[in-house]
């Protein structure tokens, strides 16, 4: 096994859809006490290897309690939105009961839109979450109010496309699904007649 690709193909991936979202969160309250009256700035300067340590800490906390809302949105937003909820259920229960003869190549290509869709996922959540503190910002008058302004609206469109995106994959993930259920039952239907065969 090659070790390099594992990391990249599984361990990246997870790393993007935890970090990004986590530091996108906390960002705006970080900055919040970067300066004055909290002075985090000085303190941050005078204590680097503590600071790194509870920056890395606050960015990978963040991202779990993101990650924990994104679950949250999949399973009561995203699969009930489905005009066939049960049916969502069904094929994912299916799925989840295979033992793969071989692996097909449908099976990786799944990995990578899953991949793409919890990131998405992850984002939109994080992108809703960080609003209030870029108000907050504004609030306290680190931010111009025209930089809230534009910071939002970008915002508001952002989160729209995030979530066409996310819808569109959780559909193509329900297809891809099915596909390989079919698959998984063509193999143990084939491995059957083969081994009354001989």
């Known amino acids: 096994m090659d070790v390099t690709t594992a990391v990249r193909s599984d361990v990246l991936p997870a790393v993007g859809s935890l970090l990004l979202p986590g530091a996108l969160v906390a960002a705006p309250w970080v900055a919040l006490a970067w300066g004055e009256p909290h002075n985090l700035r000085s303190f941050a300067a005078a204590n680097e290897t503590f600071s790194t340590a509870a920056a890395a800490s606050l960015t990978i906390g963040a991202g779990l309690i993101i990650e924990s809302l994104g679950t949250f949105v999949e399973s009561h937003i995203v699969d009930k939105w489905h005009k066939n909820h049960e049916d969502v259920q069904n094929r994912w229960t299916e799925y989840l009961k295979i033992a793969w003869v071989t692996e097909p190549i449908g099976q990786r290509y799944l990995r990578s839109v899953l991949t793409m869709f919890k990131f998405e996922l992850n984002m939109l959540v994080a992108v ?29 469109v952002g989160m729209g496309y995030l979530a066409y995106a996310v819808f569109e994959d959780a559909e193509l993930l329900h297809r891809l699904r099915g596909d390989l259920v079919a698959v998984a039952n063509e193999q143990k239907e084939f491995a059957a007649n083969k081994s009354v065969a001989h």
Do not use: Q, R
């Not at 680190?142 to 508001?156: E, G, K, M």
């Open 128 to 156: 809703v979450c960080s609003i209030p503190g870029v108000l907050t910002l504004g609030h306290y008058k680190v931010l111009p109010h025209h930089a809230v302004f534009w910071i939002v609206t970008l915002s508001i």
